[in-house]
Every structure is written in structure tokens, then in C-alpha cells.
């Protein structure tokens, strides 16, 4: 996984409707203003917003700009970069224009389980090796023809083409003879065996959890992204990258660069179609907030806090969701530098940050201190692993221990060598709050904290060139557990934690994807995470909330952390 495709700086929102959120509860929660829970801890006060859903008190008061819309419903998004087939984009706001238009063979709830998709079952056999799919029946793709199990054969031969550059990697998924075709002679993937229209049988040499999602992304038409297609050159898919043609519940119409994407209810869309007739991303430069209230926009993510909530109450016309995101924020070691080699070093670098009173004041209750590399709203979460303690006096001890001893300027020193750091972030957003908390947090504990702020694109530069000791960083959203954490092995290509990893850290983070058993599974990971406890290869920061209004005027909007506002599609409609 590359470091673009892992992290986001902390606090980037705008218009974006890539949702990295998911609510935490199943049904609707009554809230008031001010409906904060609050309980004590030795840290001082900790308040938790709880995940809810909020009706409008005063749906009649919506803007007359969103009214005359009808039954077309208009999100927000930033610019995309105009790459609209799946799996060859590389812009994330791509994806959100992609999900509109394409449904995965193997869909996720908003729990992070696997549920149906096109297909509407599938058979792992008791060896974990061969994938039975069978689709739906009368599926068919936007245009009206019939959507097969060859065109997920083709789909995936087309990710094993030498040629294919994009950010999936299928070769993970173990495909007997996907490797002999993307590397050899061969003219098709053996494992492969298309049983009838609806049926595909998928053979693999190796049992892997990663799989059953690799295989169940979203289908390319055979003779529309196919035609032309010879081995080695995939040159002619750029010509149809703004023309896609998918089986999700809308169809594209038009892109305007600069201004909007078009779609129009499909007809054929196995769910019917939706009663949202027309759907719209708008990606005009401008305020989410202002473009909401006027009625420009039928919903939008804010920055969770309680400026903003009250904004929406106050607004009257929004149905307002709070939940909690499938991301998780931390501050990222650099394990090349000398220092951080000893892991109770970096344990004294968590135990002396007060993270909660950092996270409490800058998100005002809408977001929680991070224990494990893994959200609340995950089957593989665990409370009991991991520490969110602040404990000075254990940090010195640490320190000590690791050799650090207090110089007569306060600031600890080893082998002649000051224990100053340098710590990177972007500016504005948490930053601001956690700059001079930590600083006077790791001065009280003998560290020498020096900071720079720049922006996010620097930010990368440097980090990618390990120029940083400490850096802040946000995961994307995580469709598996695994995707929290496979950057932290040794083999990763991950370069934003180069030099961290052993043998038994690999083993551990091997065994989370070493089943299919969910049970299993979840032991396997938080057996990783008392060793990742132990051995840190982060400090957890925060699992935030998400905060989005819609307006009252449409219904269905049930956005989660796995697949954002994707899901909801499907159910929009005027409400009655």
C-alpha cells in the first residue's frame, strides 16, 4: 500500500462526500443541544458525543432553491480527477463518482461485514481455496445487456494484464495461474471457470481473508471495456474513462469539469429504480456549509464539533447523523532514527502526551482517544488491549530505563546526544491545539519538541524522505481491520513506517488474514494488538466522528464508515 493511499492529513473534509465514517448504532437516538455524555477519568473531564440520529425539527423551512429541484438530489464533492472506471483511478473523489455508477459482487455493512452485492451468494470451500459466486438473477449493466459471470472473468484477467498499473493488486488474491498469465504465456487464467451465466468458480493456491473482497469488487462489461483489449495494452480503456457504463442505481449522464457530475435513476438496476430520478455531485469551488443552507446542496459533511451541530439544528430542514469514523488519527514514528529503536522509548512518548485533554478540546466531544489501530465500529475492536492513559511519571521511567537521562538544562540526554525531536504537521486544524499541549507535555518529561507546519503535499516529501522524527497523519477509511495495520509490517511498502517490524510482529499480522473464520480472526487480532502494545509502531490519537446533514426534504440517506453515502443510494426519494 503506498503512502498516498494509507493517510490523510488530519482534518481534511471540504466538500468531499467520501465519508470516512460509520455509525456506530443501529437505530435512530433522540438528541438534544446539548446531549453530550460525560464521564470522569484521571485525565479531567472526558465528554463522548454518542452516534445518533437527529430528525429535522422543521422540515418545512428548507430553502426554496432545494424545493424546485424535485427529485433531484444534489452532495457535494471535491473536483475529481476525471478517471471514472474502477480500479484505475487514482484520485479517491473519483471512487465516490464510481460508486454511483458501480455495485461490487460482495458488498459491506456498516459494521464492516461482508454482505451481498451483484452476487447474490458465495461458497468458500471447507479448505478456504475455491470461491463459488453466483449473481443475481436478471442482473444487467446500465445500458440494458446482461451482466455475466464472463464479465468477471474478464475483470479480472484484465487486473492480471502486465500492463494494468493501477491500485489494486489481484495478484494477492492467489488465482491459480493469474501469476502464469500476468508474467508468463498464457492466454488465460486457469483458475478461473465460468459454470454458467450466473455461476463462476474462482480456484486459489493460497487461504487469505483478503481475498473473498478481492474478488468481489465492482464488474466490467466484457464487450464495452474489452473491446479492443490484447494482452499487454490497456491503452484504449483512457478513451472510456469518462463514458463508464456500470450496474449501480444510476447511470452516467455528463461531467462538467469544475462544476458537476450528472446521473440519471437506472431502469435496470436489480433494486429497481430509485425514486430519486436524477442524482447530482456538485464540485464547485466553494463553502459546504453556505452551499447547505441556502440549498445548493441536499447534504453535506461538516467538521464534527458543537459550532457546528448547532449550525444544523439551528437550520431547522436537516436531518443531522452523528457517527463514528472507520478511520483512526495517530502520529507516526520515524523507526529509522536511532532513538526510536528502543520501544520504551516510544511507549514514554504515548504515556507522556495527554492525549486526551488534546483530543477533548479540539474536537469538543465528537471524537475519542485511540487505543488499538482499529475503530469502535469494527467486529475486531477491542477496550481491553491498549493504553489511553496519561501517566507522566511512567514515561520518565521509561526513559530512564532506556538510557535518557535529565541534563542540567531539564532536557534529557544519552551518549552526549540531546533527546530532541522534530515533529511534523500540517497547518491549522488539530495541530494548533496538540502543538502546544505536546510541547509542554514532553518539556515536563526531559523532551526537547521542535515543530514544523507545512502543507499536506510537503508534508508527504518529507516524510517519504524520512527527514521527520514524528509526524500526524489520518488513516482513509478501512474497509478491513487488516488495512489498519498491514503497513506495519516489515515487508510493506508502506514507506511512512519504514524500519519497523520483526519477525514476530510479521507472524502476528500474517495470522489476522490467515482465515475466513471471523472468530478466529478477531483472537488473531487482538493478539496483534498486545504486541503492538508492547512494541509501538504509533501513537494512537483519535477515532473521530463524522457529522453530515440531509435535507429533510429527501429520504434515505444512511451514510456509514465502509462504504460512505454509496450504500444510501439506492433509497433516496422525496419524503412524504
Known amino acids: 500500500m503506498s503512502l498516498k493511499k494509507f493517510i490523510n492529513v488530519v482534518g481534511i473534509i471540504g466538500l468531499s462526500a467520501f465519508l470516512v465514517a460509520c455509525g456506530g448504532n443501529d437505530s435512530a437516538t433522540e438528541t438534544n443541544k446539548q446531549d453530550v455524555s460525560a464521564e470522569q477519568s484521571e485525565g479531567g473531564q472526558k465528554i463522548v458525543v454518542e452516534d445518533a440520529v437527529i430528525p429535522a425539527e422543521n422540515p418545512a423551512a428548507s430553502p426554496e432553491t432545494a424545493i424546485k429541484r424535485g427529485d433531484t438530489v444534489v452532495v457535494g464533492l471535491q473536483e475529481p480527477g476525471g478517471v471514472f472506471t474502477p480500479y484505475f483511478n487514482t484520485s479517491g473523489y473519483d471512487g465516490n463518482v464510481q460508486s454511483v455508477m458501480f455495485e461490487p459482487l460482495v458488498d459491506i455493512n456498516a459494521k464492516g461485514e461482508t454482505v451481498a452485492g451483484l452476487a447474490e451468494d458465495w461458497v468458500i470451500s471447507e479448505d478456504g481455496l475455491v470461491y463459488t459466486f453466483t449473481l443475481r438473477d436478471g442482473l444487467k449493466f446500465d445500458d440494458g445487456t446482461p451482466l455475466t459471470a464472463e464479465d468477471i472473468e474478464f475483470t479480472l484477467t484484465l487486473l492480471h494484464d502486465p500492463a494494468y498499473a493501477g491500485n489494486t493488486d489481484i495478484t494477492e488474491a492467489s488465482i491459480v495461474g493469474g501469476l502464469d498469465y500476468k508474467n508468463g504465456d498464457a492466454t ?321 499480522i500474517e495470522a489476522t488474514i490467515g482465515t475466513n473464520d471471523i472468530a478466529e480472526r478477531t483472537a488473531a487480532f487482538h493478539e496483534l494488538y498486545e504486541a503492538l502494545e508492547e512494541n509501538p509502531p504509533v501513537i494512537y490519537m483519535a477515532y473521530t466522528k463524522v457529522l453530515s446533514g440531509a435535507n429533510a426534504r429527501i429520504e434515505g440517506f444512511e451514510p456509514n464508515g465502509y462504504r460512505g453515502i454509496a450504500s444510501s443510494l439506492r433509497n433516496l426519494q422525496l419524503a412524504e
Open 188 to 508: 488465460s487464467i486457469s483458475g478461473i471457470t465460468v459454470i454458467d451465466e450466473r455461476t463462476i468458480e474462482i480456484t486459489t493456491d493460497k487461504v487469505s481473508a483478503r481475498t473473498l473482497r478481492l474478488l468481489g469488487g465492482a464488474v466490467l462489461k466484457k464487450d464495452y471495456y474489452g473491446n479492443g483489449y490484447v494482452k499487454g495494452n490497456l491503452d484504449y480503456l483512457a478513451a472510456l474513462h469518462q463514458k463508464p457504463i456500470g450496474a449501480g442505481p444510476y447511470r452516467f449522464v455528463a461531467y462538467l469539469p469544475g462544476q458537476e457530475i450528472r446521473y440519471e435513476a437506472n431502469e435496470h438496476y436489480y433494486g429497481g429504480a430509485p425514486k430519486a430520478k436524477g442524482f447530482i455531485y456538485k464540485t464547485t469551488v466553494g463553502d459546504a456549509q453556505q452551499f447547505f443552507q441556502t440549498g445548493e446542496l441536499d447534504y453535506s459533511a461538516l467538521a464534527a464539533n458543537q459550532d457546528n451541530f448547532e449550525f444544523l439544528q439551528a437550520l431547522g430542514f436537516a436531518d443531522i447523523n452523528i457517527y463514528t469514523s472507520s478511520a483512526y488519527g495517530y502520529m507516526v514514528f520515524n523507526h529509522e532514527k536511532e532513538v526510536f529503536k528502543d520501544p520504551k522509548v516510544r511507549q514514554a512518548f504515548s504515556l507522556g502526551l495527554d492525549r486526551q485533554t488534546i483530543i477533548s478540546t479540539y474536537y469538543q466531544g465528537f471524537a475519542q482517544v485511540a487505543n488499538v489501530p482499529v475503530s469502535p465500529t469494527s467486529w475486531a475492536y477491542t477496550a481491553d488491549v491498549g493504553s489511553t492513559d496519561y501517566n507522566p511519571e511512567k514515561a520518565k521511567t521509561l526513559l530512564e530505563e532506556a538510557g535518557w537521562t535529565v541534563g542540567s538544562d531539564g532536557i534529557r540526554e544519552k551518549d552526549g546526544k540531546k533527546l530532541t525531536v522534530y515533529y511534523f504537521t500540517t497547518a491549522g486544524g488539530l495541530g494548533d491545539t496538540l502543538i502546544p499541549i505536546a510541547k509542554e507535555n514532553y518539556k515536563e518529561i526531559g523532551i526537547d519538541l521542535q515543530v514544523e507546519q507545512m502543507d499536506f503535499n510537503a508534508l508527504l516529501a518529507r516524510v517519504d524522505k524520512g527527514d521527520h522524527d514524528l509526524a500526524s497523519f489520518t488513516t482513509t477509511m478501512l474497509p478491513d481491520p487488516y488495512n489498519g495495520v498491514e503497513g506495519f509490517h516489515s515487508k510493506s511498502n508502506n514507506s511512512t513506517f519504514k524500519g519497523y517490524g520483526d519477525e514476530e510482529i510479521d507472524a502476528l
